[in-house]
């Protein structure tokens, strides 16, 4: 089976070498490159790559951060990282790498890597090792953050800024995001997600959390119950008696 290549760095140069030692591998092919890792992720979604050579410097989404992305997909690529620094070997130990290349990248070390992809994509293909337990598998879990939030449409991956998330809503299974232009179901449970993003959102009621910065104002119902007004005429939402000491301490400061 020929592994399907797509090679992510921000350095022209450095694509370029890389596409030219694919191209003299066997069992190996280019499907595509990608400057940053917001493209990464649009050109996975696309070419559905077995691998995805992934650099960790890059401006803009960090190899390190597309990779917890690019593990959402419905058909992940095994990842290998290239890059021209060793103190993120750790972190991309956690990030579940298939490998961790030094640059120069080396044709010899490439052929390795490339072979332990291919045992990778194997097992993913059998159902082994294939799932992302949704509790994890996020930069929160080898203590990062995220600036974005990766959804998914269709077999795309789209990127929601943090910034215009205005709150996460639990609903069955799936949490529901809301932000301005609209909604998406995420896979992702809500008490990971306030793990992560605690200094900037507020736990309303045991299925919400909100943006502080998204929060309008307080206001009661008709019946005395507490509610918070989220921006960009986007409604309300109830707060539970348990939480609205925090809620209001949070917001007013009290």
């Known amino acids: 089976m020929s592994l399907r290549l797509l090679i992510v760095d921000d350095e022209p140069l450095a694509r370029e070498r890389l596409a030219a030692l694919v191209a003299e591998l066997p069992g190996a092919e280019l499907a595509g490159t990608a400057a940053t890792g917001e493209e990464a992720l649009l050109q996975a979604g696309r070419l559905r790559p077995d691998v995805v050579l992934l650099d960790i410097r890059m401006p803009g989404m960090g190899g390190l951060e597309a990779a917890h992305h690019l593990a959402r997909l419905p058909e992940p690529p095994a990842v290998i990282f290239t890059t021209a620094y060793d103190e ?16 120069p990248v080396r044709p010899e070390r490439l052929r390795a890597a490339l072979e332990r992809a291919r045992r990778l994509t ?8 294939g799932a992302v337990d949704p509790a994890a598998g996020t930069p929160a879990a080898s203590g990062g953050r995220r600036s974005r939030i990766a959804v998914r449409l269709r077999d795309e991956l789209r990127l929601i800024p943090l910034a215009e998330i205005l709150c996460f809503v639990a609903d069955q299974k799936y949490t529901r995001l809301r932000h301005a232009g609209g909604e998406y179901l995420i896979e992702e449970p809500l008490k990971a997600l306030e793990d992560e993003f605690a200094p900037d959102f507020v736990r309303v009621h045991r299925n919400a959390l909100v943006a502080l910065t998204q929060v309008e104002g307080l206001e009661r119902d008709a019946s005395g119950h507490l509610l918070v007004r989220l921006r960009h005429g986007a409604g309300t939402l109830a707060v539970s008696r ?6 209001q301490r949070r917001l007013l400061g009290l």
């Open 88 to 103: 993120h070997a750790l972190a991309a130990f956690e990030a579940q790498a298939a490998g961790y290349l030094l640059k």
């Open 122 to 129: 194997r097992a993913q293909l059998a159902g082994i090792g």
């Open 242 to 247: 348990r939480m609205a000491g925090e809620v």
